[in-house]
Nanobody, 117 residues
Framework: QVQLVESGGGLVQAGGSLRLSCAAS????????MGWYRQAPGKQRKLVAG???????NYADSVKGRFTISRDNAKNTVYLQMNSLKPEDTAVYYC???????????WGQGTQVTVSS
């Protein structure tokens, strides 16, 4: 199993920036994909961005051009740089790591991002 610890959430004004970090520990050798989902109140959890071990990225249409995902494999850490934040980006952001052994995601505890208008 992989343990994930997120940091970097908070309160920011619209147009501002935040950087989320997620550090993995445990069976990190089994990790392939990592990334971020978010869940707003009363809504389903949705993919924000993902990155493979080789660096291939994918983004939700709503964040393309504003968010950038990156990864440091030596540190088993994934980052999400969020620029030009909008109130609709307000959500709990969850880090995930996909294990090629279990074929499932392990999840972080979530970090709150609040964007005020």
């Amino acid at each position: 199993q992989v343990q994930l610890v997120e940091s970097g959430g908070g309160l920011v004004q619209a147009g501002g920036s935040l950087r989320l970090s997620c550090a993995a520990s445990g069976n990190t050798f089994s990790i392939n994909g990592m990334g971020w989902y978010r869940q707003a109140p009363g809504k389903q959890r949705k993919l924000v961005a993902g990155i493979s071990k080789r660096g291939t990225t994918n983004y939700a249409d709503s964040v393309k051009g504003r968010f950038t995902i990156s990864r440091d494999n030596a540190k088993n850490t994934v980052y999400l740089q969020m620029n030009s934040l909008k109130p609709e980006d307000t959500a709990v952001y969850y880090c995930y790591a996909y294990s090629v052994i279990t074929s499932t995601n392990d999840w972080g505890q979530g970090t709150q991002v609040t964007v005020s208008s």
